[in-house]
């Protein structure tokens, strides 16, 4: 199995950055791809960007392309969520999941089988 623990989340002024990142424990997690989301006060989680098991492919949610950049680094058994730009709307708790999957990694939360706890990130105006 595979046991997720996001951080890095925290409170930053409209326009700042952060670096989320998600620590895995576990075996082969070079094997997963690895996922972002995001759940806002009184909305639904909503997909923000996956990676593929060897990092040759990302997506990302059309809200946040060209501001928010996935990675990862394997031997750290580590991904991360660079965000820059950030908004008020990007405010949300940012939980990161994990699925093993050769190839494209998926974009629906319910194909990830493994989740972290979450970590909140708010921006002010």
């Known amino acids: 199995q595979v046991q997720l623990v996001e951080s890095g989340g925290g409170l930053v002024q409209a326009g700042g950055s952060l670096r989320l990142s998600c620590a895995a424990s576990?075996?082969?997690?070079?094997?997963?791809?690895m996922g972002w989301f995001r759940q806002a006060p009184g909305k639904e989680r909503e997909f923000v960007a996956a990676?593929?098991?060897?990092?040759?492919?990302?997506y990302y949610a059309d809200s946040v392309k060209g501001r928010f950049t996935i990675s990862r680094d394997n031997a750290k058994n580590t991904v991360y969520l660079q965000m820059n730009s950030l908004k008020p709307e990007d405010t949300a708790i940012y939980y990161c999941?994990?699925?093993?999957?050769?190839?494209?990694?998926?974009?629906?939360?319910?194909?990830?089988?493994?989740w972290g706890q979450g970590t909140q990130v708010t921006v002010s105006s």
């Open positions: 576990g075996r082969t997690f070079s094997l997963y791809a």
């Open positions: 990676i593929s098991w060897s990092g040759g492919s990302t």
């Open positions: 999941a994990a699925d093993r999957v050769f190839g494209d990694p998926p974009l629906a939360g319910v194909e990830y089988d493994y």
